[in-house]
């Protein structure tokens, strides 16, 4: 294992503190990535305990390690797909540090032994620049696809089936990409945050990684933030307070209406969670998690039932349309919560829309219907004040709160 003398970001702006225009003043800047064996790289991030930025949170560690138990030589592929419409932050690593996703990249490459770097980036990505970026580094090529799939298209099974020809839609849960994933080769697919996190992890060490964030919970994440104010994106430590996050994104505390964390497959959370930590421990009795990264703002004069239709009807023209809940429950649902969002809407639709996301919870072919249904929940949740307004002929935007 190589170490360089280079010394240590402080404070919680890590990966959005590098910013540099060359290859060479990326070096100069950090110091060459360290190459590490793929038991010295687990050992590593497993000390640190990062996990996986891209949404599901799961221990980085172990996605290497299961890879690395294969004998066969293994593809990596970088997600900077952000189908996540409230997502800005895949956008900006590539904008402002390609080279730190690119360092993500190499380190994984060596310590798996692979020949073969794939950074896929989706139709909302302008990959001009890391392209650029890659083709000035030395070395093994990476490839960067362009790529589409809208919403489902960064599903890391989707994503694979994309790089192998088909359309963008998850494939069997019950053989993961990290056994059989692209050319039937075990792929390891990493979030294009988790990469440039990694990158200076491997340089700074796990000591430095875990002084911010908490003990359950370490390090910084990037987090979207839109509505009410302009897109941003910050970064912040893991188990900073909601409160403190919307003040840093200049947003007016007296009009929030509520929150959504998590993006599209995330949860609503009222105004009065706003000591909220973002972090699993305080977030789980909510049913909410950081998710990808993504706060978007609902201001006090909107109407929490009309938005959340709009977002219901969006999740379900992106399904996948392999499997009943796609076809058949979420349009439904979405449908269903649209007519109830109409003032002096029919009472039964409170039902059928429980009834309905009952239907489609756990029989999906892939998380996406589950998402849709956990978001709709929420609504139902957060907004049932609104829902008793409207069945009298009302609407929050006007007679609620």
């Given amino acids: ?52 930025r891209g949404g599901a949170g799961f221990p980085t560690a172990r996605k290497i390690a299961a890879v690395a138990a294969s004998r066969r030589t293994p593809v990596v592929v970088g997600n900077a797909m952000e189908g996540e419409f409230l997502s ?21 490459g060596r310590a798996l032994g692979s020949r073969r770097l794939i950074l896929a980036t989706g139709e909302r990505i302008d990959s001009t620049r890391v ?26 099974s989707a994503l694979v089936s994309q790089l192998n020809g088909r359309a963008a839609v998850p494939q069997d849960p019950h053989t993961p990409v990290y056994v059989r994933g692209i050319d039937g080769r075990p792929t390891l697919v990493a979030n294009a945050e988790t990469l440039a996190q990694l990158a200076l992890l491997a340089r700074f060490g796990p000591d430095w990684f875990r002084s911010q964030g908490t003990p359950d919970d370490p390090g910084t994440f990037l987090i979207s933030v839109s509505g009410l104010t302009p897109p941003s994106v910050l970064e912040v430590p893991r188990g900073i307070r909601l409160r403190e996050v919307l003040l840093q994104a200049g ?15 995330g949860t609503w959370l009222r105004p ?32 929490g039932l009309r938005v959340s239709a709009e977002i219901a009807t969006y999740l379900a023209a992106q399904a996948a349309g392999q499997c009943g809940p796609c076809v058949n429950g979420m349009p439904r649902m979405a449908d269903t919560l649209t007519r109830l969002a109409v003032p002096g809407s029919d009472p039964r639709l409170v ?26 929940a929420s609504t139902m949740l957060v907004f049932a004040r609104h829902v008793e307004a409207h069945l009298r002929g009302e609407c929050h935007e006007t007679s609620v709160d």
């Fill in 272 to 303: 009065g969670t706003g000591d909220v930590r973002l972090c699993e421990e305080d977030l789980s009795p909510y049913g909410a998690s950081t998710g990808a990264g993504i706060l978007h703002v609902l201001s006090v004069d909107s109407c």
């Fill in 131 to 156: 392209r650029r970026a890659a083709a000035e580094r030395p070395g093994r090529l990476v490839d960067v696809r362009d790529l589409g799939g809208g919403f489902i298209g960064g599903q890391e």
């Fill in 351 to 376: 039902a059928e829309v429980d009834r309905l996301r009952g239907l489609v919870i756990g029989r999906g072919a892939c998380a996406h219907p589950d998402g849709t249904a956990r978001f709709v």
């Fill in 1 to 52: 294992m190589t170490t360089t003398s280079i010394a240590p970001l402080t404070g919680t702006q890590r990966v959005l503190a590098v910013r540099t225009e060359s290859w060479r003043e990326h070096v100069d800047a950090l110091g060459p990535a360290p190459r590490l064996s793929s038991d010295e790289l687990i050992r590593l991030v497993d000390s640190a305990g990062l996990t996986g």
């Fill in 251 to 265: 947003v007016p505390l007296e009009r929030v209406g509520a929150v959504l964390l998590g993006g599209y497959h």
């Fill in 88 to 108: 800005h932050k895949d956008r900006t690593l590539l904008d402002q540090a390609p080279h730190l996703v690119l360092d993500g990249l190499d380190i994984l």
